[in-house]
């Protein structure tokens, strides 16, 4: 069994704040353990081993209020890890108690434990999965250092408040719902992993916060609209001539990301198949090689890379940094595209995948076949893209129904 103490060190200056710390406990052995936590010595009962509240001062009520809080997490983490030890071994020391304390104090804030997942990610060559995760660590930071709590947070300091206050920090930005959502579920699931590990308990500070994915705004075009699209003589302009192509080519593709196009190499073709793991998922899909894929392909000069498609096509630069570049610069070119055209949709690369699955609806191909085509790993996320993209059907009808009426 061990037990822990808080204990109090005065200063050796006269009104000077002194310093808490703990004593651990067990089979009749000591350890002291430091804290970062100070008090002056007349907010200390030594007797009762607890804080003495100023009545007549605010600033310091507040101050001393806020400091035996943490005092009081320490004591926690302290017993839990002794409790854990116990159900891990039958023997264990003080010494092995403090160690895990120390370490968890070092190892287990937020921006420690979710920079470690995404390095972990980065180097499983899950890149964009890594940049998403650093992505939400610094809008939290962002938002833990303008509300005055912290510029970081131990992992079991999370509370409903807090994440109810990141959640209207977010909004109060304009962010919408559900980039609000993605951040928040990068969050629980960094939280989830550490209460899988055993080393903070799950005191659910996600329940009041929402994490759904809803409805997204129409992002698709009419088979019309990408007919003409893919008609334009762009030959003035090599750069927006570029950029069609590239948004042509990933509805070729069946909506491919352009993520995977990039990354595309020319071993993947083979027999009239292109052959790929999508980076979001590790999904296998196959692709069937047509006319007009090949024909996109011919268009450029050959690439003197391993990579298939003309996105990738230095190798004295970095690979990362060239896919940024290239990506940004074709939905740039996009939005002049879109303009030439008449599109008052804001044309991206992402587009053409949405716009893949909306002419798939249309064209009555069931929804199983629909979800496999793009990769979704379930028919939920396909019904989620679907819900918002083609809506003249229900248009149409009801147009009917209001004729009736008449």
Known sequence: MTSVRVKFRPSTVEGREGRVYYQVIHDRTV?????????????????????????????????????????????????????????????YTTDEVVERFTTYLSEYTFQTFIKGISRSLRENGQIRTSETYASALVSFTKYLCETGLSEDIHLDCLTPRIMQGYEAWLMRRGVVNNTVSFYIRILRAVYNRAVEEGDIEDLHPFTRVYTGIGKTKKR???????????????????????????????????????????????????????????????QLLTIG?????????????????????????????????????????????????????????????????????????SKGIPLSVISEGIGHSSETTTRIYLASLETSVVDKANRVILKATE
């Open 31 to 91: 350890r002291q353990v430091s804290s970062v936590h100070h008090m002056l010595p007349c907010e200390w009962d030594e007797g009762q081993s607890d804080a003495i509240v100023p009545a007549n001062d605010p600033q310091r009520r507040m101050r001393t209020q806020t400091t035996w809080k943490k005092i009081r997490r320490d004591v926690e983490r302290l017993s839990r890890i002794a409790r854990r030890l116990e159900m891990e071994q039958e023997q």
């Open 220 to 282: 698709a075009l009419p088979l019309k609209t990408l007919r003409h699209i893919r008609r334009l003589d762009l030959s003035g302009n090599p750069a927006m001539e570029y950029a069609r192509d590239m948004f042509m080519m990933s509805f070729f593709l069946r909506g491919m990301s352009f993520i995977d196009m990039a990354y595309l190499r020319k071993t993947d073709l083979r027999d009239g198949f292109v052959t790929y793991r999508r980076r979001k998922t590790g």
């Open 289 to 361: 090689w047509t006319d007009e894929m090949q024909q996109m392909i011919d268009k450029y000069p050959d690439n003197p890379t391993e990579y298939l498609l003309p996105i990738l096509r230095r190798t004295d630069i970095d690979e990362r940094h060239s896919y940024r570049n290239t990506s940004n610069n074709i939905n740039s070119a996009l939005k002049k595209v879109a303009k030439m055209a008449g599109v008052a949709t804001r044309l991206t690369l992402y587009v053409a995948r949405h716009s893949w699955a909306s002419v798939a609806k």
